[in-house]
């Protein structure tokens, strides 16, 4: 194996620890970085980024590592954070992690580890690089533990940054790092996992909207324009969604009570124009389906669209993939036909993303489903 000189991201976490330990085992020079992306709450009991760079000094001290802090912060904001407030804002559903990885981990953070003569790049993503050997194209593989595979997150990442990437710990099952890092005396081996999008942490969602998103009231209706009650504002629910709406079941009047009065509701859609949240009884309710698929902002890893075909799809992070038709592909955009496998409230704003089997192929952000 090659020897580079690589530089790793240490977030704080078990995942980047082992990460850094598995590259130094195997001969590489490591260097380790702390990204620090978000300064708005540093005074928070919400922020642990504090610990987290204790955490991550810790880390590099047992393995006998270089680490640097440095600052990403106006980078995120610009790049990230303003993107994912308009989609908010716009009614849609970001995925900030996509955009992170795209904009900071592999661009921002990348550019920072090549001025500091880096041949490669490392995280602890459970994903794999590989090339291939026929067209030379780097190819971004799932990760071996299906329960942690994180390709859906990496989709956006193009063959410049595939080709520094490196993945260590992409074969590995959650379990196995964290018997390696309580092995080799990790000061975080017990450390959990790091839940929801990095700036918020563990503070509630709408709480943290609140301050930067301003609240419109609207009514709520069913699937019959019957209202039901008021939101506060859409940027505030998520399709799917299905607690915290604040709202009982409704009988017509005279009628006898049935089975359906107490299914529990569902967000199903989001009318921007009239500010009214439409939801429907049922998690099986037809409007929570969707046939079709549209997506903008491709981005194929391969630099070109896949043929059109028979493809595994994601149109949020923690499912199955799905049989789905790429039924048109450009540079730009694509549409999926998932009739064979309807997917349940699909979300514009989040990615879908296609495979090829074990290869992630790119994806795009939804636009619009309908069934």
């Known amino acids: 194996m090659t020897k580079h000189r690589v530089v790793v991201g240490l977030s704080g976490g078990v995942d980047s620890a082992v990460t850094a330990h598995v590259l130094k085992q195997q001969g590489h020079e490591v260097i380790g970085i702390f990204m620090k992306n978000w300064e708005d709450d540093d005074d928070s009991e919400f922020c642990s980024s504090r610990q987290d760079f204790l955490d991550a000094a810790s880390v590099a001290d047992v393995l006998g590592i270089e680490i640097e802090h440095v600052n990403f912060a ?14 908010y804002q716009a009614g849609r559903t970001p995925n900030p992690d996509v955009l992170c990885n795209a904009e900071i981990k592999f661009k921002a953070f990348l550019d920072h580890a090549m001025r500091l003569g880096a041949e490669k790049i490392a ?7 590989r090339q291939n050997a026929d067209t ?14 994180q390709s859906y997150f990496l989709h956006r990442l193009n063959q410049a940054q595939l080709s520094k990437a490196m993945f260590p710990i992409g074969h590995l099952c959650k379990t196995e790092v964290r018997r390696i890092a309580t092995e080799i005396g990790l000061p975080n081996a017990r450390k959990k996992d790091s839940t929801g999008i990095c700036f918020i942490g563990e503070r509630p969602f709408r709480e943290f909207l609140n301050r930067y998103i301003s609240k419109e009231p609207g009514p709520i209706v069913d699937d019959r324009g019957r209202k039901l009650g008021q939101h506060v504002g859409l940027s505030f629910y998520t399709l799917g969604q299905r607690s915290g709406l604040g709202i009982g079941g409704v009988k017509e009047k005279g009628a006898a009570r049935g089975a359906g009065d107490h299914a529990p509701w569902f967000v199903a859609r989001k009318d921007v124009e009239r500010n009214t949240l439409v939801v429907v009884q049922g998690h099986d309710h037809p409007w929570l389906l969707s046939r079709h698929v549209q997506a903008d902002q491709a981005s194929w890893v391969a630099g070109a669209p896949p043929a059109l075909g028979a493809y595994g799809s994601k149109t949020r992070y923690r499912q199955p993939d799905a049989s789905t038709q790429l039924v048109q592909a450009s540079d730009t955009d694509f549409t999926l036909d998932c009739t064979a496998q309807p997917q349940w409230a699909v979300t514009p704003g989040q990615s879908a993303v296609l495979y090829d089997g074990e290869v992630c192929l790119g994806g795009g952000i939804i636009a619009a489903a309908h069934g």
Request: negative net charge; glycine residues 8%.
């Open 74 to 87: 106006a980078d995120y904001k610009d790049r990230v954070f303003a993107e994912f407030l308009r989609e």
């Open 123 to 129: 995280t602890g993503h459970y994903a794999r690089v």
């Open 136 to 149: 030379g194209l780097f190819e971004l593989l799932k990760g071996l533990d299906a329960n942690k595979d």
